[in-house]
Nanobody, 119 residues
Framework: QVQLVESGGGLVQAGGSLRLSCAASGSLLSIDRMGWYRQAPGKQRELVAT???????NYAGSVKGRFTISRDNAKNTVYLQMNSLKPEDTAVYYC?????????????WGQGTLVTVSS
């Protein structure tokens, strides 16, 4: 099994910054795709950012220029640096990894971490 542990959420004032982390452990052979999603109260889960094995990134238009996704391969960890936060960024943030295991390709979700941005 593969486990994801997220950290870094919290309460921040508008204009502030937070860095989310998502560490993978367990029986994974390698990580292919990494991504962050978020779900605000009463809304559907939406894509925030993705990062492929080859280093290509993709961002939601609402966060482009403010958020940066990155990875530390040695630590099997993906990060989301969030700057210039806005109240509308308030949501539960989830990491999502595509990983290769001995049993094949798996898509794994983190438990979510709450980010609250006050105005």
């Amino acid at each position: 099994q593969v486990q994801l542990v997220e950290s870094g959420g919290g309460l921040v004032q508008a204009g502030g910054s937070l860095r989310l982390s998502c560490a993978a452990s367990g029986s994974l052979l390698s990580i292919d795709r990494m991504g962050w999603y978020r779900q605000a109260p009463g809304k559907q889960r939406e894509l925030v950012a993705t990062l492929t094995r080859g280093g290509s990134t993709n961002y939601a238009g609402s966060v482009k220029g403010r958020f940066t996704i990155s990875r530390d391969n040695a630590k099997n960890t993906v990060y989301l640096q969030m700057n210039s936060l806005k109240p509308e960024d308030t949501a539960v943030y989830y990491c999502n990894l595509g990983v290769y295991t001995a049993n094949g390709y798996r898509e794994v979700w983190g438990q979510g971490t709450l980010v609250t941005v006050s105005s």
